[in-house]
Each structure stands twice: as structure tokens, then as C-alpha cells.
């Protein structure tokens, strides 16, 4: 058998598509359009990519985006201040603090000092404590995770009473994926680096989301036949026949897992577009929160 490819560039296409729509009759209805505020702290090269793929998107799909950039050095009352005053700006909806921060920055305190109603990432402790509560809904999940479930939902697959696994722990991406997936009444196990027999625990689930960071670790024989199969991985490894000399992979081996699975994401072109198609639904959502609140840009 061989597994039903899960596009998620078409995916993520077709949402930029409906916010482009939603931005241009926020513009016309409302007189404003969503505005999105970047804080880049330092000069970490794959950081500075993220940041301004991530502006170029927003161009696209009619949302503003304003880029604040500190140096390395910045004091933490530096960074909280910046968040904060981006926080009591009206024209701007949603706040992304592009992480890693530097070593002696508290990551927690700089995140805890958006407001909820701005946290685009969905990484504020307390929209990241409603999604750990049953019966709780957080304003914004973060984006990496939202984006699996919604390819998950394209594939097919069936979230009640399936056995789901996530490889991965972290707070970005595993934990909250195996959240969602308790929110939608999946028996969820999370394996991380002391898990025993990962195979054998792996070839346990309906649902497979790969999130390690480990180059093509999920072979044929760890997966169950017909499982739903998630990479989030982005792996780069050498790669001699190519011009640049490497290449991206995920932390599935797409080729092998593929004639065993049912449904499965390649990875570039899967999980990838789906987070910042996410992130500007979030923004969207954040603007569309603001009308509500009463709130317009001066
Ligand atoms: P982290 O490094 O924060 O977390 C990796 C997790 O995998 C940890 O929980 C770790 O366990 C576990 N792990 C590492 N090695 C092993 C192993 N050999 N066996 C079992 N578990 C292991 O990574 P992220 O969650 O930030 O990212 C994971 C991957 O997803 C990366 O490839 C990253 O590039 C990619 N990514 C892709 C995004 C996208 O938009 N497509 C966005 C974010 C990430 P422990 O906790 O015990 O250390």
C-alpha cells in the first residue's frame, strides 16, 4: 500500500487565500487591517529567516507587519518594555517573539507580558495552561501543532478513542500536539529521549507526530499499517549530489514509511507552511477580537 501524501503547501494556500479575502473586508468594513509586531532579539541567522518569511507572508495576505529588532545584549526590563508598549498599541493585533531568546533573558517573563489577546504564537503560559485544562478553550494554540491537527482532519483520520503517539516533549510543538489531540478524545502516549522501545511503543498508533529533530529516525517497522503519519521535522543533512551540498529531511523516513502508512506529510511541504499559515489566522483572529473589544487604531 501506498499512503495517501498529505499536501500542506495546498492546504496553507488555500487558508493565505481566505485571509487575504478577510483582511481586504476587515480594510473595507472596518477602515483597518490586522497588524502583526515581530521582536527579534539578537542575531541568530535561522531566527532572522523566520522573521522576515514570516513578514513576507503577511505582505501577501494584507496584513501589516511591524518589525522590532534589539540587540543581543538587551536587559530584560529592555524586552518586557518593548513587549509591553506593543502590547497598549492599538494598531498592532498580535505580538511574536521569535524564540530562541539569548541565554539570560527569561523567556517565561518576556512571554507572560503579552497580553492574551495578542499572543499569536499561543505560547503565553496561561493559554498554554487552558489548553492543558479540560473544559478550557486558550484564545491561540500555538501554530505548529494547530497545523498538524488541521492536516490530520484533511487526511481522513478519526480522532476518538485513537491510540496516538507523539515523539516529543517540548513546549512548542509536542506538548501542546498531544493536548489537542486530548481534546479531541485521542488515548495519547508522549515519548521523549528515556522512552523505552520507541518502536514498539510507535507501531502502537493511529495517529503518528514525529517531532524530535532527529533526521529520518522513523523507519518502515515502527509505524502500523494504514496509521496516519505527522513529520514536523526539519532536519538538514549533507548531501553531495545535490548543488548546495545538503538537503532537508524530516524525522521520517518518508520513503520507506510511506508504503506502510495510510496518510503521511512529506517534510519540506508538509507541517511547515501550515505554521505560518497559522500564525496569520491567528492575527487575523486577534484583529477580529479587537473589533469586538471595541478597539480601533488611532
Ligand atoms: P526540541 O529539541 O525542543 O524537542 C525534541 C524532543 O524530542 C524532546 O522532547 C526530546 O526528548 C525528544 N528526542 C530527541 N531525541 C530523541 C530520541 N533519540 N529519541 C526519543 N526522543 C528524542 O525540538 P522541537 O520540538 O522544537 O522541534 C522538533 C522538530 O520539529 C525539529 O526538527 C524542528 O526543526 C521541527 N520544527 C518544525 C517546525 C515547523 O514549522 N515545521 C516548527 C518547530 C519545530 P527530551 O525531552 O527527553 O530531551
Redesign the pocket.
Known sequence: MTAKIIDGEAVATRIREQIAEATDTMEREHGFRPGLATVLVGENPASEQYVRMKRNRCKKVGIESFGHELPADATQEEVEGLVRQLGADPKVHGILVQLPLPGHLDEEAVLGAIPLHKDVDGFHPINIGRLAMKGRDPLFVPC?PAGAMILLEEAGATFDGAEAVV????N???MPAAMLLIHRNATVTV?????KD?PGVCRRADILIA????AQ?VKADWVKPGAFVID????KIDDPTSERGYRWVG?VDFDEVKEVAGAITPSPGG??PM?IAGLLQNTLRAAQIAIERGEKPV
Open positions: 505548529t515523539l516529543g516533549r517540548s512548542i510543538v509536542g515519548c521523549h529521549s528515556r522512552t520507541l517531532a524530535v529533530g532527529r529516525m514536523v521535522g526539519s532536519n524525522d507541517v511547515g505554521t
